[in-house]
Nanobody, 122 residues
Framework: QVQLVESGGGLVQPGGSLRLSCGASGTSFSINTMGWYRQAPGKQRELVAAITSGGSTNYADSVKGRFTISRDNAKNMVYLQMNSLKPEDTAVYYC????????????????WGQGTQVTVSS
C-alpha cells in the first residue's frame, strides 16, 4: 500500500501564500501521476493541479497563474505553491497519487491523503 501525508495548510489572508507538501511512503511501489484536489463545504471534490512523473502539469482554470505544482521523484514528494490566495480557495486540500504497488498486485490504483485545511480569510 501507499500512504500519503499532507502538511502546510492553515489560515491566510487574501493575497497571501501557502505551500502544501505531500509525502508518499510504503513498501515496493512506484508512483505515476501525483496531484492535489480540493473540496469546499457543500461542493464536489475537484482537481486543482496534477503532475506526471515526467514533469508535465495540468491546472484547473481557476488557479492558473497563481498555483504551481512540483514534485521530487527521488523523495516521493509533491508540492503545491499557492500565491495570491482568494477566499474561494478555502477548502480541504487532498493529495492524490496514482501508483503501482506490490501489495495491490502491481495494478494501478489511486491513493489519497487525509487532507489539510486551507482557509483564506481576513
Amino acid at each position: 500500500q501507499v500512504q500519503l501525508v499532507e502538511s502546510g495548510g492553515g489560515l491566510v489572508q487574501p493575497g497571501g501564500s501557502l505551500r502544501l507538501s505531500c509525502g508518499a511512503s510504503g513498501t515496493s511501489f512506484s508512483i505515476n501521476t501525483m496531484g492535489w484536489y480540493r473540496q469546499a463545504p457543500g461542493k464536489q471534490r475537484e482537481l486543482v493541479a496534477a503532475i506526471t512523473s515526467g514533469g508535465s502539469t495540468n491546472y484547473a482554470d481557476s488557479v492558473k497563474g497563481r498555483f504551481t505544482i512540483s514534485r521530487d521523484n527521488a523523495k516521493n514528494m509533491v508540492y503545491l505553491q499557492m500565491n495570491s490566495l482568494k477566499p474561494e480557495d478555502t477548502a480541504v486540500y487532498y493529495c492524490n497519487a496514482d501508483a503501482w504497488a506490490r501489495a495491490s498486485g502491481w495494478s494501478l490504483r489511486g491513493y489519497w491523503g487525509q487532507g489539510t485545511q486551507v482557509t483564506v480569510s481576513s
